[in-house]
């Protein structure tokens, strides 16, 4: 028959110390399931993408302040300058403001797509890149 | 590398400077989530998110403490939040994680193996409070002081101390009742 292993002194006065020993090593033991293989190119791909998005956005609104600034104080300055010319002008636009705000929200999404959401798609493909 | 040239790096936007640090940490975080959750399921999206706060907050480490004992106070954190939205869930169906379904209560014919004791000690230590659960896990496997465990857990020195001391001190009176067992099964055979 097959004698059964004890895992400890059974005398009384090994008894504390096995106890400890035993203890002492299942509590470093790393027994718990570990993470992915691929978590860490996950993650750091699911950082670069992100920190790409952030930027292009930031970037984006810059470009799109400047041009509004640029587009205002053009009209601003035309406006106090030559009234006559910009009346004229008024007139001519006026009735094509569907035309006009269509043209200025397409252009804006070309440029959203360009500058957000390519370089944004891009990135996952992009392996071992730098996102600075 | 530093870690202070490490954090340099990922705010400079080095993309191995970020694969390596995950690589670093994912361990100390995975340990964090999966002693206070118990939690298979959830435990991998919950590390996702852990690390999703280290990078968004890395411009807020100030170097005041290491980056060891910053990322496991976020993921304490983040793993005591997501416990109570469990609890608060009351969430039954969810699968536990293997060594929690082992029987606390054991037939002492079956303590022979010394995987299997571990088998039952991991389950005991899974009983355990969470606050316990995490300590002995700080201390122990990530061999944290208990400096920085107070830093982490946000507990005075000397409740982690007395914690370290009673999960113990706990675990060892179970152990010590399977011991009588055994030998009263020594007797009896």
């Not at chain 2, 298979?40 to 690390?51: G, P, S």
């Not at chain 2, 939040?81 to 039954?92: F, G």
């Amino acid at each position: 028959m097959k004698e059964p292993k004890y895992l400890w002194d059974n005398t009384e006065e090994g008894s504390g110390n096995s106890i400890n020993e035993l203890l002492d090593q299942v509590l470093k033991s790393d027994c718990l399931i570990p993470l992915s293989d691929d978590f860490a190119d996950r993650m750091a791909a699911k950082v670069v993408k992100r920190h790409i998005l952030k930027q292009s956005l930031s970037e984006f609104l810059v470009y799109v302040g400047v041009i509004l600034l640029a587009v205002l104080i053009f009209c601003a300055v035309f406006y106090f300058t030559s009234p006559e010319a910009w009346s004229r002008w008024e007139n001519v636009l006026q009735p094509r403001w569907n035309l006009i705000v269509g043209l200025a929200v397409t252009g804006g999404f070309v440029f959203f797509a360009d500058r957000v959401i390519l370089p944004w798609a891009i990135s996952g493909r992009e392996k071992g890149s730098s996102f600075s | 590398m530093t870690d202070k040239e490490l954090v340099l790096q990922v705010r400079n936007g080095n993309q191995h400077a970020c694969r390596f640090l995950v690589a670093k940490y994912q361990g100390l975080v995975n340990h964090m989530v999966r002693r206070i959750l118990l939690r298979n399921d959830v435990a991998e999206d919950i590390c996702q998110d852990v690390f999703m706060k280290v990078f968004i907050r890395l411009s807020a480490f100030r170097g005041d403490a290491k980056l060891s004992t910053w990322i496991a106070t976020i993921a304490y954190h983040t793993s005591l939040t997501e416990l109570s939205r469990i609890k608060w869930r009351k969430d039954t169906s969810a699968e536990m994680l293997p060594l929690a379904s082992v029987p606390v209560s054991y037939e002492p014919v079956h303590v022979f193996e010394t995987e299997e004791l571990k088998k039952i000690l991991l389950a005991m230590i899974e009983s355990l409070p969470v606050h316990y659960r995490t300590i002995l896990t700080l201390f122990y496997l990530e061999e944290f002081s208990y400096r920085e465990i107070e830093q982490v857990t946000g507990l005075p020195e000397g409740t982690v101390k007395s914690y370290l001391y009673r999960a113990r001190f706990l675990l060892k009176g179970k152990l010590e009742k399977i011991q009588q067992n055994e030998r009263a099964e020594i007797f009896v055979g």
